[in-house]
Structure formats: structure tokens, C-alpha cells
């Protein structure tokens, strides 16, 4: 049986004419290549090391760019992963500070030198270091207080050492997946549902796992507007007689339905409007792809769902607070129970998450792009 292959691409996204500067780069390959060999004897490692003069090698970069720009290389070249390396500082959005960016769902990382001595003799190994553990992000691994996912504090500390065995477990299992042979491959008789149903059922665990990493119930709280739009049709909502008159009288499979539609809805709406769905210029069907784009519609899908019931959860609460006399008089009927109560946060919460799709499209494309696909600031 054939040793499954993993490969991987660096791509030196600056402009350097030191032909030493860059010979020390190129050796980063050859050394995370021989590591993961030794680390990870059941695959073959194929670490390629391009050269691509795009930015200049000074002044600071936004990681956005630098991440797309990585897609592209990794999907044209045909990579299971890529790491964009620059000896340039990153611009940070919440850190005072960053060396690196993964994005599991873009499979791809950037990383940067500028913090490390390119004259050092430890230069390779810090840098080789510092991509195992953004490489361990893009695997689904999680802080740990030893080995390669011990967080880099201090950048000239780093130094290369193995992955815990249940790690090392973690990692095997979602390689054997990633070394499997693209669905592009396999036919080119593709339509668009087909696609996506076998790329989903390609690696669900993998799927699932980058949906849980991106904590995805933060979302509502992470987009400023989005909340905003909400809370302002919500409590507008929570004192209109009409809106409780028609709200207690909804039946619940009307409420269920409507629910689930307002969910698609909002997702759908937001990740159009964002244009989530634009990682790369490629051309026809690529599983990489689809299966980021099912990440990235998941976690939004997921960020509405918590967005609802954050907000079924305040409509009840507010609804028990309020006068019963007020309440009934809004409803004209002489009492109000519990299931009524029920059936109208259900309504306030479907408005309420129709109201924030809206809003979420007035959020600024690039944030709501870096807060989707940035795993962290490393």
C-alpha cells in the first residue's frame, strides 16, 4: 500500500534580492521537512518553497491579503496546506502584537520573521518551530503547556520539539483524511449540490471540529452592528401591542418552520452580502474550497442560531417582567400563560434575526472576513 502523501507549500511573499536572506528561507523547508518525517513517519512530506517577490520587505502587512494570497498558491499548486512566510511585521486587530495567523478553515497560515535574527544560527529552528505550531492550529490542536502548541511568547525561545502522543493521535487521524485523493480528481462530472454533498461527507469530522474551533456563538457579540440592528428592532418589537397580538397567536410548527427558514435566511443573506463565499480565483471545482465555504456558511449559520436564542431567551424574560394587566390588554384575551409567552419570543427572536442579517451586511467586509477565518494572533 502507498504511504499517503502530505503536501505542503512556503511561499516567501516579499521582495528580497539577498540571495543568502533567502537561501536561510529555503532552508526552513528542507528543515520542517525532515521534522515532520521524523515526527510523522506514516506519510510521505513534500515541503515545496516557492519564491514570490509580491510586497515589499518593509513596512507592516495586513494578514487578510497575505492569507488569500496563500490560498491561491496552495489551490493552483495543488498543496494540502501553505505557509506564507514575510520578514515583515504583521498588523495585529486585538493583540498589541503577532508573529503568526492560522486559518484552519483556509488551511493556510502566515507567519513572520521580523521578531528573529536571520543571522542567528537558531534562525531555522525558530522559524521551523514557530510553523509546527501554527501548522498544529490548521490540525485542529489546541493550546498545550508542552511541545510545538506551547503559545510563543517570546519568539527567540522558540526551539523545535515533538507533539504529545494524544496529539500526535489528533493530527494522524485528520492527515489520513487531507491525504485521501481530492474529489476533483476523482471525476469531472460534477453539478454544484453533488459537490458539496460529497465534499461535506469527504472529512464531516474535520468539518465539524474547524465549526466548534471557530466558537462560532461569539459571533453576535464580535460584530458590533449586527447586534446593534437587533437590539434596536427588538426593543421596539417588545413594546408594540400588534407585534404580541400576532406573536401569542402563532402556532408552534408556524414558529418552528419560520425559524428554521429566518436561520437560512440570515445566513444566507450574510454570507452573500460579505461575500464570504470569495477566497480565490480558481476555476472550477476544487473540495478545498467547497469545504471551506461549508465551514465558513456553517459558523455563520451556527452564529445566527446562538443570536436566537440569546434572543428568545431576553423576549421571555422580558415578557415575564412586564405587567400581566399590560399584557393582556395587548392581546385582549384575560389571561396570558406560559405558552404564549413561549410563542412570542420565538416570533421576537425569528424578527430579531432577520434584523441583524441586515445589519450584519453593514458591517465592514474585512473585519467580519478576519473575525470568520483568523483561528488567533499568535
Not at 518525517?37 to 487578510?64: K, S
Not at 525561545?157 to 500526535?168: E, K, Y
Not at 461569539?218 to 446593534?228: D, E, M, S, W, Y
Request: aromatic share 8%.
Amino acid at each position: 500500500m502507498n504511504t499517503p502523501l502530505v503536501h505542503i507549500g512556503i511561499v516567501l511573499a516579499t521582495d528580497l534580492r539577498d540571495s543568502d536572506t533567502v537561501s536561510a528561507y529555503k532552508q526552513t523547508g528542507d528543515r520542517l521537512q525532515k521534522v515532520l518525517r521524523e515526527q510523522f513517519p506514516q506519510f510521505r512530506w513534500q515541503v515545496d518553497f516557492v519564491n514570490r517577490n509580491r510586497y515589499a520587505p518593509r513596512g507592516a502587512i495586513d494578514p487578510l491579503p497575505l492569507l488569500t494570497f496563500g490560498v491561491q498558491e496552495k489551490i493552483s499548486r495543488h498543496w494540502d496546506y501553505a505557509l506564507v512566510l514575510v520578514p515583515n511585521a504583521l498588523q495585529p486587530r486585538k493583540r498589541v502584537h503577532t508573529v503568526g495567523i492560522p486559518s484552519s478553515a483556509l488551511e493556510t497560515a502566515v507567519l513572520s520573521s521580523a521578531d528573529l535574527d536571520e543571522t542567528s544560527a537558531q534562525f531555522c529552528d525558530q522559524l521551523v518551530a514557530l510553523a509546527l505550531h501554527l501548522l498544529g492550529h490548521l490540525w485542529g490542536l489546541e493550546h498545550h503547556d508542552s511541545g510545538p502548541m506551547r503559545p510563543p511568547e517570546e519568539v527567540n525561545q522558540l526551539q523545535i520539539s515533538h507533539f504529545p502522543d494524544f496529539q500526535q493521535t489528533i493530527t494522524v487521524d485528520r492527515l489520513e483524511e487531507v491525504a485521501d485523493k481530492r474529489l476533483e480528481e476523482q471525476t469531472k462530472r460534477w453539478n454544484r449540490l453533488a459537490f458539496y454533498w460529497r465534499a461535506f461527507w469527504a472529512d464531516p469530522k474535520s468539518i465539524l471540529i474547524d465549526l466548534i474551533g471557530y466558537s462560532p456563538w461569539k459571533l453576535p457579540l464580535q460584530a458590533g452592528r449586527l447586534t446593534a440592528a437587533t437590539a434596536v428592532s427588538l426593543m421596539l418589537l417588545l413594546l408594540a401591542a400588534e407585534a404580541w397580538e400576532v406573536g401569542v397567536n402563532l402556532s408552534l410548527p408556524l414558529l418552528v418552520l419560520g425559524g428554521i427558514v429566518a436561520l437560512i435566511v440570515a445566513a444566507a443573506f450574510i454570507f452573500a452580502g460579505q461575500n464570504l463565499g470569495e477566497i480565490s480565483r480558481a476555476v472550477g471545482w476544487r473540495e478545498q474550497l467547497t469545504r471551506t465555504r461549508i465551514v465558513i456558511f456553517g459558523t455563520v449559520l451556527l452564529g445566527m442560531l446562538a443570536l436566537w436564542l440569546l434572543l428568545f431567551a431576553v423576549s421571555f424574560f422580558i415578557g415575564w417582567l412586564l405587567p400581566d394587566e399590560v399584557l393582556t390588554a395587548w392581546i385582549r384575551e384575560p389571561t396570558l400563560s406560559t405558552l404564549q409567552l413561549v410563542r412570542h419570543a420565538a416570533f421576537m427572536a425569528i424578527l430579531g434575526v432577520l434584523a441583524g442579517a441586515l445589519g450584519g451586511n453593514l458591517e465592514d467586509e474585512h473585519e467580519i472576513k478576519a473575525e470568520l477565518l483568523f483561528d488567533e494572533e499568535t
